[in-house]
């Protein structure tokens, strides 16, 4: 059985993994490479920043540092440090960091192909 190691510190802020629609800095560790049913890594956002998204898959985000809020069908959910929160395919939601966040996903399936496929990206 192989394992692999992923740090937090290797989301890095340049336009390579960023989202177009938003200031929001990307990372996957797991992809297609990697699993052929999930995907995992990071988003990095700066204190005010927000990014609009309908989830074309499962989302389960945790949140390494920060206060981040997500708003979906008028509700707004505030998660700090530690918080997480699992996500139905076909949300329609809001992020937004309310500070500097820094927050871990988990998706099924994999985020950018099911993106992909809904012309999202």
């Known amino acids: 059985m192989v394992l692999y190691t992923f740090r937090s510190e290797d989301v ?3 336009e390579s993994n960023k989202l177009p629609n938003a200031e929001v800095y990307l990372k996957d560790a797991v992809d297609a490479s990697l699993s052929e049913s999930m995907s995992s890594g990071w988003s990095k956002y700066a204190k005010g920043v927000s990014n ?3 989830l074309d898959y499962d989302e389960f985000a945790i949140v390494i540092s920060g206060i ?3 708003f979906s069908e008028g509700k707004a959910t505030t998660l700090r440090t530690g918080d997480f929160c699992f996500i139905p395919r076909g949300t329609s939601v809001t992020y937004r960091a309310e500070e500097a966040s ?14 992909h496929k809904a012309g999202r990206l």
């Not at 820094?102 to 993106?115: F, G, I, N, S």
Request: net charge negative; hydrophobic share 45%.
């Open 52 to 54: 609009d998204w309908t």
């Open 68 to 70: 981040f809020t997500i």
């Open 12 to 14: 890095q802020s340049d």
């Open 102 to 115: 820094l927050v871990m996903y988990v998706t099924y399936p994999h985020w950018r192909e099911a993106a």
